[in-house]
T-cell receptor, first 115, second 109 residues
Framework: DTGVSQNPRHKITKRGQNVTFRCDPISEHNRLYWYRQTLGQGPEFLTYFQNEAQLEKSRLLSDRFSAERPKGSFSTLEIQRTEQGDSAMYLC?????????????FGPGTRLTVL | QKEVEQNSGPLSVPEGAIASLNCTYSDRGSQSFFWYRQYSGKSPELIMFIYSNGDKEDGRFTAQLNKASQYVSLLIRDSQPSDSATYLCAVRGDYKLSFGAGTTVTVRA
């Protein structure tokens, strides 16, 4: 069990550029989640996958955001035409979906700065 | 009203003292409750979870849950300087977590 990994750890981009983040969940975890966290706030839910199916997208996820999880393994989160308001820490978590004890474990996050 | 509210900090406690953190939630259908610790610039790290009313102890940490009052708490006994961090309360319904804004704890040596 190597934990959840995310790449890159840091990304600096100019407004209007596209960025893509990758998340590799804990092996055999069938649930994968994306959250966004800004300074002084708790993480906010963005989207959720059960295997390869994307089952919910938050209203926070505008049309510029898209997430995929091909073959139910790793996931990517793409932001098109980035805006300064997209600057945040993007967190990925995974869990095994086992009832009331289902517990989400977070990766190290990708810190995005949009100039 | 926010879904999850935590007592505002920062909370400063002397080394060896008990730190008490509180959290209330609005969704009565919430099933499980989690405490995460987050060091500055790092991602949340799970401390413990609780899903039944009552107390749950793990080392120096005790979580308490009262579903009737929609209240969760975390006690940190024998606080150490390494406990200085932001503590996040999270509530889960079906799958997603709803987080409070966090309480920052500083343990004074």
């Amino acid at each position: 069990d190597t934990g959840v990994s995310q790449n890159p750890r840091h990304k600096i981009t100019k407004r209007g550029q596209n960025v893509t983040f990758r998340c590799d969940p804990i092996s055999e975890h069938n649930r994968l989640y994306w959250y966004r966290q800004t300074l002084g706030q708790g993480p906010e839910f963005l989207t959720y996958f059960q295997n390869e199916a994307q089952l919910e997208k938050s209203r926070l996820l505008s049309d510029r955001f898209s997430a995929e999880r091909p073959k139910g393994s790793f996931s990517t989160l793409e932001i098109q035409r980035t805006e300064q308001g997209d600057s945040a820490m993007y967190l990925c978590a995974s869990s095994d979906g086992q009832g009331s004890t289902d517990t989400q474990y977070f990766g190290p996050g990708t810190r995005l700065t949009v100039l | 009203q926010k879904e999850v509210e935590q007592n505002s900090g920062p909370l400063s406690v002397p080394e060896g003292a008990i730190a008490s953190l509180n959290c209330t939630y609005s969704d009565r259908g919430s099933q499980s409750f989690f405490w995460y610790r987050q060091y500055s610039g790092k991602s949340p790290e799970l401390i413990m979870f609780i899903y039944s009313n009552g107390d749950k102890e793990d080392g120096r940490f005790t979580a308490q849950l009262n579903k009737a009052s929609q209240y969760v708490s975390l006690l940190i006994r024998d606080s150490q300087p390494s406990d200085s961090a932001t503590y996040l309360c999270a509530v889960r319904g079906d799958y997603k977590l709803s987080f409070g804004a966090g309480t920052t704890v500083t343990v004074r040596a």
